[in-house]
């Protein structure tokens, strides 16, 4: 059973940083794609950055492009978002998914879920 567990998640002021952490356990992630995602009050869930586990292709939403950075440690079954330039806007639950097979920044292509976590950021 593929687990992701995140952390890392909290309230700052814009312009601030914060680094997500999500603990995988299983073998989805040493083969298959990895990816954080963000819904906030009253908003469909979207994709925010996705990682090819074996190959480290990344893909981010052009919101997001240039200010986040989506990372794996293999050796600790460990997905990273660090965020950077925070904005009011990226205030949402940021949520890790896995699935196998390829990259897709659609929601409902991912099997395994976490719980969430809570981003804040305030103007």
């Known amino acids: 059973q593929v687990q992701p567990v995140e952390s890392g998640g909290g309230s700052v002021q814009a312009g601030g940083s914060l680094r997500l952490s999500c603990a995988v356990s299983?073998?989805?992630?040493?083969?298959?794609?990895m990816g954080w995602f963000r819904q906030a009050p009253g908003k469909e869930r979207e994709g925010v950055a996705t990682?090819?586990?074996?190959?480290?292709?990344?893909y981010y939403a052009d919101s997001v492009k240039g200010r986040f950075t989506i990372s794996q440690d293999n050796a600790k079954n460990t997905l990273y978002l660090q965020m950077n330039s925070l904005k009011p806007e990226d205030t949402a639950m940021y949520y890790c998914?896995?699935?196998?097979?390829?990259?897709?920044?659609?929601?409902?292509?991912?099997?395994?879920w976490g719980q969430g976590t809570q981003v804040t950021v305030s103007s």
């Open positions: 990682i090819w586990t074996r190959g480290g292709s990344t």
């Open positions: 998914a896995a699935r196998s097979g390829g990259c897709y920044m659609v929601p409902t292509a991912y099997d395994y």
């Open positions: 299983g073998n989805t992630f040493s083969s298959g794609c």
